[in-house]
């Protein structure tokens, strides 16, 4: 048989936005292949209709449709490289199909079409995992467990990440994350996705109780958000802020505060280096005699790889695949509900910015106290 | 005469509270010394009264009362170490009194109370300044250069700062800054005033368009603020964060980040080292070909000393009162009117702790809507 000739999960990739770097990760990885690619873009007269190339990769077919990658009974599991508004349809249609689902993140454009994807993947039995790829590095399971550790560490007090690129003139006026048809979240749906991923991370996937839009959102002409950010409080006094832009310099940061130790990292969506990512602690920090400064600094760890992280995470899914597929266990929850919570609090940003969140209420308040008066000469009246 | 023969700023202190650093600061200044220290405080038995001891430091004269000390013609400026709530009244008296004036930080409880203090330094022709050391280090100028450099830092588009340290049970129960009737602004005041300091400082002392408490602030049993932060919102697209704290480990960070590059420190209120102070910064930062990682990763700059911060502190103080006594130099009032932007911004962050700023107005609109809802029922009874 074919399956047992070549272990590897045989995935089909649909559509072709920045494709290149999964699939490299694919060809590069032990446990996965690329069996095939769809492709409906429309294409300039230089590239072939139905496929887009990516350098050094090879998928052993090419589809000018998704709907006939997902007729192929060889495709394991599909990775859904499309619009975010596209993820929806796209996705469940695979998990029906009983084809695996990775989708590119943010995996939908609001809770309500991810759950679509998420219940047609429980129905089907198959995994689900969105492309959030630091949360794979090992690094970032290092900075998990000092987040952990109640000595060095201690209750997580305050959080601040900030995830933020300057985009090209192209990309402000041709990128899917500029049109509102296709990725109507913008910098908050990109870059946002990161910085609330990383604060919920950080937070052991409790909810925050309260989520509050800071002032200043930039919208681009179409309405598209460009930059923003927001507090996220939590129960025990954790309170948390984040802001993302596609219109200033790149900043990966993440700051976490507890009341015993400090995190830091600078890259922590994707490191400076890809053999080598750093993560700076700090425990129990204290003024000097004489108030002649502080200490410790934050002292760094470097964690070495031999993987770029979206290895890493094409090789945990296939783990999963694999698991299912021929040991019969179970999906791991664990992602859907990752992608889920992340998804609910980029959807209560959305709507406090909607809402003109972390405005001050004051002329409400005046308002309803002329109102009230109002009603009093009324009932004045009346009598 | 006395006055040639030691041109030395003569230097009265009133209080005691943290007068340990400042006091050899001037005992080791070649531009001041420490003429005389007064004290009204309640005493244990061990201290003998009106005198709170300070190692290594003698003063010429020690004073039981504070209209003592102000009364010495000899004393050319006073360092006001008293509690937030006697700023106010015995700074202003003695400005009125010919005596230049530092001001322990926060000057003043509220705006309105620094003013009292600068329009009495005004009256009387003599300098003002609070005592924010890290204004003062040479790194301070070497990192508002980088936010200068419109090349390399282009315009400022975000910025998160984060001073704070947890504090003792004993601080926590007899410090004044946990006392409603002596530093109600609790930490606010105090790692605060660095937080919101450090943000009008790289926003070229404009003042913000929007202040707006973050939710989670968290009061002790006196009501004085233990924890809080706020968003700051300034023309230009240019929004800012920060969270300060008398319950987590020590932290001061800083970071900005403008259209070109970002600035990092961690220690900016406060170095590491007191002779070593680092700073980084990136310009141009980009991703690598394949997405392999990005670059440049920040660049560390160290600015060596061979004093402390709180020294450049009170010789720039010394020498702007030598020119006004010596050369009949007006006072510089680019610190009074840092003093009275970031008193300002306290306010405005307290005003909006206090009208619980950052909840969202949901509720208020809803109630709104009721009571428009109410009036014309009533007028329907009407006619």
Sequence with gaps: MAEKADPRIKFGILGCISIAR?????????????????????????????????EGVAAKKLYGSYEELLDDEEVDAVYVALPTSHHARWAAEAARRGKHVMVEKPPALDLEALTEIVEACEGSG???MDATMWLHHPRTVAMKAFLSDQEAFGEIKEMHTSVTFKVSPSFLKNDVRVKPDLDALGALGDAGWYCIGSILWAADYRLPRTVTALPGTVFNEAGVIMSCGASLQFEGSFVSTFQCSFLS?????MVANGSKGSLRACDFVLPFDEARASYYTSSGAWFLEGLAGWAPSP??????TDRQQVVFMVEEFSSLVKG??????????KWPEISQKTQLVVDKVKLSIDRGGGR????????????FFAIIVNFLFLL
Tied chains: 1, 2.
């Excluded at 299912?324 to 929850?333: E, F, M, Q």
């Excluded at 001050?360 to 109102?371: A, D, H, P, T, W």
């Design 22 to 54: 999964l699939a490299r990760a694919i060809a590069s990885s032990t446990s996965a292949t690329l069996h095939a690619i769809a492709s409906q873009q429309q294409h300039s007269a230089d590239e072939p209709a139905g496929f887009s190339p990516v």
């Design 126 to 128: 198959v995994q689900f």
């Design 249 to 253: 310099s790149m900043t990966m940061d």
């Design 299 to 304: 002292v760094e760890h470097a964690v070495a």
């Design 324 to 333: 299912i597929k021929r040991d019969g266990v179970k999906p791991d929850l």
């Design 360 to 371: 001050q209420c004051r002329n409400l308040i005046g308002l309803v106290l002329l109102v």
